[in-house]
């Protein structure tokens, strides 16, 4: 077993997106987190911020994964998929060879708070029919450890002190873990993690030392390689998010919603969904 350390900390950096939503955009596609590509943040209780949603737009190349924790966001897309995300649940869309969708609003007021994660896909699976899966917060473990609980979406948390439990969702080429980790004041946590995978922790309450190094809200730590991930929340206490992904090692090339490997690809994609192709079976 080997302990990672942290290599890099990013901070969050306020955006918009969609119709207007207000963000903070943690990682983006030129950050080169490789197979991550962006890590958005949103969180208001000022329906200004969030009301517009996103309306219909498309993706090729990639997944997203929506990570509700307040309110309500409804998702309808162009093979008929719709699905309510209630507080709690997950969004995994797999946009392949393309999909046109929408999130928007169900709220007029209240709290709106989630993530929205972008995972890379391998060229060998950019052009594969686009899939979709809504998942209730039933569907996802929790996880009692000392002096807190993780809530497991994809791959398998395992700690010295608890686990192991495995999330609903197999993530194929990047085999990614997604894990929402909270803790009490002053609680330790040490994860096993794949060697040889990306892993990225975001705090988003309170503030923690993650290998060592003092992480507060809205700030990222990058590790570098290992198997364990050692986790030491501050007085107030923490939660974060931990990632992970295996690299792909291939070529990014993006442009708005698409990425892909070659600029050639980016081209097609513009003409593709201009045409009205993007989203048509292969």
Known sequence: MTDRSVVKVLSGQPTSDGGGVRLTRVVSPDTGLDPFLLLDEFDSSDADDYLAGFPSHPHRGFETVTYMLDGHMLHEDHLGN?????????????????????????????????????????????????????????????????????????????????????????????????????????????????AGHRVLAYVFEGAAAVAGVRIGKGTMAVLGDGTTVRVIAEAGGARLLVLGGRPLGEPVVHYGPFVMNTAAEIHQAIRDYQSGHLAAPA
């Open 82 to 194: 719709r699905g309510d995300l209630e507080p709690g649940a997950v969004q995994w869309m797999t946009a392949g060879r393309g999909i046109i969708h929408s999130e928007m609003p169900q709220q007029i007021a209240g709290r709106m708070r989630g993530f929205q994660l972008w995972i890379n896909l391998p060229a060998a699976d950019k052009m594969k029919p686009a899939a979709y899966q809504d998942l209730e917060p039933e569907r996802m473990p929790r996880v009692d450890i000392p002096g807190g609980q993780v809530t497991v979406v994809a791959g398998t948390f395992r700690a010295a002190n608890a686990g192991p439990a495995t999330g609903p969702i197999d993530g194929g080429a990047t085999a990614p873990l997604y894990f929402d980790l909270a803790l009490g004041a002053g609680a330790a946590s040490e994860l096993t993690v794949p």
